[in-house]
């Protein structure tokens, strides 16, 4: 389901090529027009829709239903991390992805309940756009995505390439396209309604939320790449 809004990208980083300009900003972000536009219709989109939607799931849904329903599609994942730990050398990160995908799948009701996280095993995200630039793919110029928000080139491939890695992508059954569907929206559902007070809590503070939104980005995906380790090579020269 993130498909359409990598095309969209791509098709709009081709759009822009020939005009690009050094950025003056020292942003990275020669783009900043057009992504300032996209993300407005991105931000209007979320509060119109994906915010209203995850304030009445948390509000309905119970805590212990919308924490069995993260855990599942968190558990569905597992491949993905697994393989991208693999790609990373990560072996020992790549034992816990698999012994949680074990435990949690078996005695964790397949996935419902993390019972890895109970027994000392921790959970971690991972995908091909970190892989990319732990190979040191450069990320490129800063993107904001048609409903999918801030990106670079190097997590638009990315996300192909975990769309590739996934082996639902290749099973087919009656109304398999359906149950994407189902697994696309309700992760998007389960990502917004456990950032409902964070997000609004970025917006109240904001004097300019793309340029707010842009650096915790950013922020955010160097830390994952360096798996959460301290950055040594950008430390102030004093």
Request: net charge negative.
């Amino acid at each position: 389901m993130r498909l359409p809004s990598t095309l969209a990208v791509l098709l709009l980083a081709a759009a822009l090529s020939g005009c690009a300009s050094t950025d003056p900003s020292g942003q990275n972000d020669p783009y900043e027009q057009t992504n300032r536009q996209i993300f407005d219709f991105d931000h209007k989109l979320d509060h119109n829709v994906a915010r209203p939607v995850a304030v009445a799931y948390n509000t309905v849904i119970p805590s212990v239903a919308r924490d069995g329903i993260h855990n599942f599609l968190a558990n569905l994942d597992s491949p993905v991390i697994f393989a991208n730990d693999l790609l990373q050398g990560e072996t020992t990160r790549g034992g816990q992805t698999l012994g949680r995908a074990v435990v949690n799948s078996t005695l964790g009701l397949g996935g419902l309940v993390d019972v890895a996280a109970k027994i000392g095993i921790p959970g971690h995200d991972e995908d091909f756009g970190q892989t990319l630039a732990v190979w040191g793919a450069d990320e490129g110029p800063y993107l904001v995505l048609p409903f999918a928000g801030p990106s670079n080139p190097r997590d638009v491939v990315g996300m192909g390439g975990d769309i590739a890695m996934d082996p639902f992508t290749y099973m087919k059954w009656n109304n398999s396209t359906l149950y994407s569907m189902i697994r696309a929206g309700v992760g998007v559902i389960d990502l917004r309604a456990r950032n409902v007070d964070n997000l609004d809590q970025i917006e109240r503070t904001s004097v300019d939320l793309y340029a707010t939104t842009r650096s915790l980005y950013r922020q955010h995906r160097n830390a994952e790449i360096r798996n959460g380790a301290p950055d040594t090579e950008n430390l102030p020269n004093l």
